[in-house]
């Protein structure tokens, strides 16, 4: 879901930093994947892309499948990656990722990189 806007370097990556199951690290995986390059018109892109059911949020049921938007082949997050990934960008508390909290999300993230 993703290609066309992540170059295949960075579809690459994303799957060479997260293919064995809980291997996902949110230190740094916006990083590897150039997503703290992105502006913030481009990250609104990426958003709607895994807000699949578009009511402007990503929920668990979507954080669960977010490598699956990079390609295919690669894995759902497990339960325990999936909870923290929600938890780390959840910042109102509310159960699901906002724009701007996934905005947000990629600043602290890639920042660490």
């Known amino acids: 879901a993703f290609k066309g806007i992540l170059s295949n370097a960075d579809i690459k990556a994303a799957e ?9 690290d949110e230190d ?9 390059a ?21 929920e668990e049921d979507e954080l669960k499948l977010f490598l699956i938007a ?6 759902a997050l497990t ?3 999936t909870k923290a990934f929600l938890k780390a ?4 508390g509310d159960g699901k990722i906002g724009v ?9 993230w890639g920042a660490k990189g």
Not at 28 to 36: R, T
Not at 70 to 75: G, I, M, S, V
Not at 89 to 92: A, F, K, P, T, V
Request: hydrophobic residues 45%; charged residues 40%; negative net charge.
């Open 79 to 81: 339960d325990a990656e």
């Open 38 to 58: 992105f502006s913030a018109d481009e990250l609104k892109k990426l958003f709607k892309i895994a807000d699949e059911d578009k009511e402007g949020f990503i």
């Open 16 to 24: 060479a930093a997260c293919f064995k199951e809980g291997s996902f």
């Open 70 to 75: 990079f390609a295919a082949d690669l894995r």
């Open 100 to 108: 701007d909290e996934f905005g947000a999300l990629v600043d602290k």
């Open 28 to 36: 740094g995986f916006y990083a590897k994947v150039g997503l703290d």
């Open 89 to 92: 960008g959840d910042s109102d």
